[in-house]
Nanobody
């Protein structure tokens, strides 16, 4: 069983930055797809940024259009940790952010991912 633990959420003013972390204690994420998702009240969970599993042309990195140029996903394989650097935050970025992983996910759709963290709240004030 894969356990994912997110941290780094909080309250920030519009235009500010936060870095989310997702750790997988005792588990090797190197060969797995990893993604960040978010869910705002009354809305469906959506993919924010993902790094796919290794395919024929290597890994693919995906960003939702709404976060391109502002968010950066990265992974630190030796530490089994994934990060989401969020900059120029907007009130519409307010949501619970989840990290997820799966051995075979090729994209950034929630149904592709089997293992989920508990989520961390990000609130952006205007």
């Amino acid at each position: 069983q894969v356990q994912l633990v997110e941290s780094g959420g909080g309250l920030v003013q519009s235009g500010g930055s936060l870095r989310l972390s997702c750790a997988a204690p005792g588990f090797t994420l190197d060969d797995y797809a990893i993604g960040w998702f978010r869910q705002a009240p009354g809305k469906e969970r959506e993919g924010v940024s993902c790094i796919s599993t290794v395919g024929s042309s290597g890994r693919s990195t995906y960003y939702a259009d709404s976060v391109k140029g502002r968010f950066t996903i990265s992974r630190e394989n030796g530490k089994n940790t994934v990060y989401l650097q969020m900059s120029t935050l907007k009130p519409e970025d307010t949501a619970v952010y989840y990290c997820a992983t799966d051995r075979w996910a090729a994209g950034c759709r929630p149904y592709e991912y089997d293992y989920w963290g508990q989520g961390t709240q990000v609130t952006v004030s205007s």
